[in-house]
């Protein structure tokens, strides 16, 4: 039996405060808002009843952010992409900004069992005086539990349409990718934090947010397997490979916090979820 489910989450910002409303059909559920900064932004959990996706699954994410809204998505466990007997699963989110919308996008990480054909996309768009930050971290396999990846794939899709596309294909059987020195280095979790804006970032403020971050990366144990840049004028991305995820995931907090201070002036919000 495979899972389809459809989420559709809309942000609106009503008398100085944002409003979520959703619908949602098949196992993809929102759970309630929380407003832990006070009412201008707001908090969100998805969760996944059942637990991982198998091959044939898809996960269906719409979300639209309105003029002057700010919402926070994040989930409570990791996506697990289990044995697939021979369709994909496949995991899509499409988030849309409107003028003056901030969003972020802080879902934990997806775990690709050995045997897994997995797809995970995700697709924004921007309206000219919007900002987005998000991150996405991916695990291959677990091997420090004796579950390496041996079999399998994985496509990564993130696109700003016209902006930015970066699409990586992951083949366990490919061992000059996965254990070769100008690919993975045998290193199994990969993750990205990235600004984006809907407009050109201004220089100086472009330049002191890539300042910041290697800041940060200067003082990490993963700073030899790390880095920051800016692909374009509106992107800036920050790219990590590591062992597990702990530490990965440590780093992407640390900037994470840093341009969220710096680019809203906003203070640290760890999302309750993490907490538990």
């Not at 990235?194 to 700073?223: M, P, W």
Request: net charge neutral; hydrophobic share 45%.
């Amino acid at each position: 039996m495979t899972w389809h489910a459809q989420l559709d989450i809309n942000y609106s910002s009503e008398q100085l405060r944002t409003v979520a409303r959703h619908r949602h059909s098949g196992p993809l559920r929102v759970l309630q808002c929380l407003y832990p900064e006070g009412q201008e932004i707001c908090h969100n959990v998805l969760v996944h009843p059942p637990g991982g996706l198998v091959g044939g699954d898809t996960l269906d994410l719409t979300v639209t952010v309105g003029p002057a809204a700010h919402g926070l998505i994040t989930t409570p466990g990791a996506t697990r992409f289990y044995r697939s007997a021979g369709e994909p699963a496949a995991q899509r989110s499409h988030i849309i900004l409107s003028d003056q919308a901030r969003f972020e996008w802080l879902p934990l990480e997806s775990i690709c069992y050995s045997g897994c054909l997995a797809e995970n996309r995700l697709t924004l768009e921007l309206a000219a005086q919007a900002e987005f930050m998000g991150w996405d971290i991916t695990a291959l396999g677990l091997p420090g539990a004796g579950m390496p990846f041996e079999k399998g794939g994985f496509l990564q899709h993130i696109e700003v349409p016209g902006v930015w596309l970066e699409r990586g294909q992951l083949l366990a059987n490919d061992a000059r990718l996965m254990n070769g020195p100008l690919g993975l280095a045998g290193l199994r979790c990969m993750a990205s934090l990235f600004f984006v804006a809907g407009s050109k970032i201004e220089r100086k403020r472009r330049d002191q947010g890539l300042e910041l971050a290697r800041n940060l990366l200067a003082a990490h144990a993963l700073q030899l397997t790390a880095a920051v840049t800016c692909p374009n004028d509106q992107v800036m991305v920050l790219r990590v490979l590591a062992p597990v995820i702990e530490p990965a995931m440590d780093l992407l907090r640390q900037v994470w916090q840093g341009w969220r201070q710096y680019y809203w002036n906003l203070p640290t919000a760890i999302p309750r979820i993490w907490a538990t």
